[in-house]
């Protein structure tokens, strides 16, 4: 599985070079700058990255964040603050659990990480799939930046090199499956009459990436069914 740590508006050249840092310690080469306040090049980011340097100067630059997740199959936004817009979201421990049962092996996943000061927009967020965070004692406290990036590289790093059966989640989805079933769920979502503006479909978008392997095949196992009745000839075609 290959992680993308992106790192959005940033401020601070300590930081920056600090995060290429835990990422070089982790295993993690693959860092992505939309939009930062301070050349990645600044002398204090150079300091700070030691022997992460290399993957600082490589880093790329890029102006939107739909650059940075354009070639991933799954993007997680990282906030600890509560979003009304948010239904669901994740731990950074249980991360690794749902993007492997989700995407395998060949999965390409993309972390998100916002500003110093503000953090991600609701914009930001709602361009991503899922949405993490790091639990704390308080709710309206943070950490650090780069200390945020050392503890998710930290926990996807943890046995990234196994792959396949698990007591939690069975079979690991092939590359393609998840998104597969997403495409199918909302052709067969628009087909019983749900509109892509609805509540229930929001609900649904957002439950998705929580979803284990086993229970998308059970889901698709289902919905086999009710097209068969509905269509016996289209069936197969629909849901292989």
């Known amino acids: 599985m290959h992680i993308r740590f992106v790192l959005v508006r940033s401020a601070y050249p300590s930081n920056m070079g600090a995060a290429a840092r835990a990422l070089r310690v982790m295993g993690f080469d693959d860092l992505v700058f ?10 204090r980011a150079l300091a700070t990255a030691t022997h992460g340097v290399g993957i600082l100067e490589q880093a790329q630059v890029v102006s939107e964040l739909e650059h940075a997740l354009a070639d991933c199959d799954l993007s997680v936004a990282t906030t600890i603050r509560a979003r009304s817009n948010v239904v669901l979201k994740v731990s950074v421990g249980e991360l690794q659990e749902h993007c492997l049962g989700k995407l395998g092996s060949d999965g390409r996943v993309a972390i998100v990480f916002g500003g110093e000061s503000t953090g991600l927009t609701n914009a930001e967020i709602d361009q991503c799939d899922l949405v993490a965070s790091i639990p704390t004692v308080d709710d309206g406290t943070s950490l650090n930046l780069a200390q945020a990036v ?10 990234t090199k196994v792959f396949g059966k698990t007591t939690a989640t069975g079979p690991a ?3 393609g499956e998840y998104q597969h ?3 199918q769920l909302q052709d067969f979502l628009r087909s019983i009459g ?4 609805s509540r229930a479909w929001r609900d649904i978008a957002a439950r998705l990436p929580l979803l284990r392997a086993s229970d998308i095949r059970l889901i698709r196992f289902v919905q086999k069914l009710l097209l068969h009745q509905k269509n016996p000839e289209s069936a197969r075609a629909q849901v292989d």
């Open 34 to 43: 939309v939009d930062p306040v301070r050349s990645i090049h600044h002398e």
């Open 150 to 159: 050392m503890i998710f590289a930290y926990e996807m790093a943890a046995d």
């Open 173 to 175: 989805l092939v590359a």
């Open 181 to 183: 079933f997403v495409e």
């Open 194 to 197: 749900v509109s892509p503006r």
